[in-house]
């Protein structure tokens, strides 16, 4: 069934944090709802705002529509990283049930300002709003953050955003690093500690996933993390699988016997991120 980030939040509080995995192609969709199936999880489906255009906004809607009657799995198809408040508007009105607004690079107050303009249009509609307060560095769908720019979520800020904008979820900084997968992240758990015990009446967001241990997985999901980003080790896993068979293609051979193990190691990565991110 088709949930907001708000439902899901609430039907799995104090069991889980819940997967977000990025789609890169429609090719990905079916094997990412059957590894959530296959562990009994419920599932983020997230586009950056590239992909969405790529596939298609109503081509997406329709798919998880099919999917997840097809495997009785409860997912939230949202929008991620979105600057641009008319593609959240245009992503909102196909049927997403999820949008990020990202003002992280603006100021505080502004930042405020233009998520309240997405959390009044969003919520007529029941649908969910992520926001963002400090900034995550690396790379998210071609834009780049230098690690040096990014800055830890100051705990005063994210306090007044979340009471000013009324958001459902917030993405915090806590040194995790888009699109890291050659190293593990910092995790300054100090500060996901104080943010957690303060802010209990939204979903704490990790993104930069893919970057954590996961040891400090198990730990942030225990300290309060409600939805963690996965991004990075999906496109990465699915470029390795097709370079291994497109590499033995013969003409006639069939496209999807090529696509098959990429999106069988797509599979067990939902499911293996699945069961990490369960309470124990």
Do not use: W
């Amino acid at each position: 069934m088709i949930k907001s980030l708000k439902q899901l939040f609430e039907e799995y509080d104090g069991k889980r944090a819940i997967g977000s995995f990025n789609v890169h192609c429609l090719e990905m969709l079916p094997a990412m709802l059957e590894g959530a199936k296959e562990v009994d999880a419920p599932i983020i489906i997230q586009t950056s705002p590239g992909t969405a255009e790529y596939i298609g906004f109503d081509l997406l809607v329709s798919s998880i529509e099919t999917l997840s009657e097809r495997f009785e799995v409860d997912v939230c198809l949202h929008m991620d990283h979105c600057k641009d408040i008319e593609i959240i508007k245009k992503a909102i009105d196909a049927g997403y049930t999820s949008v990020m607004y990202d003002g992280s690079s603006l100021d505080i107050d502004e930042n405020i300002k233009n998520t309240k303009i997405v959390t009044a249009y969003a919520s007529v509609k029941g649908v969910s709003v992520e926001g963002e307060v400090g900034t995550i560095g690396g790379a998210e769908d071609g834009m780049v953050v230098s690690e040096e720019n990014a800055m830890y979520t100051h705990p005063d800020d994210a306090y007044k955003f979340v009471r000013e904008t009324g958001v459902d979820a917030i993405a915090v900084a806590i040194g995790t690093v888009h699109g890291q997968y050659k190293s593990k992240a910092n995790i300054n758990f100090e500060l996901l500690e104080e943010l957690s015990s303060n802010m209990k009446e939204v979903g704490i967001v990790l993104h930069g996933g893919t970057g954590v241990s996961d040891q400090d997985m198990r730990r942030c999901v225990k300290q309060g993390m409600k939805k963690v980003n996965v991004g990075t080790e999906l496109n990465k896993s699915y470029i390795e699988e097709v370079n291994k068979t497109f590499s033995t293609a013969k003409p006639l051979t069939s496209l999807r016997k090529l696509l098959l193990p990429a999106n069988n190691r797509i599979k067990d990565i939902v499911m293996e991120k699945s069961k990490l991110f369960q309470l124990l």
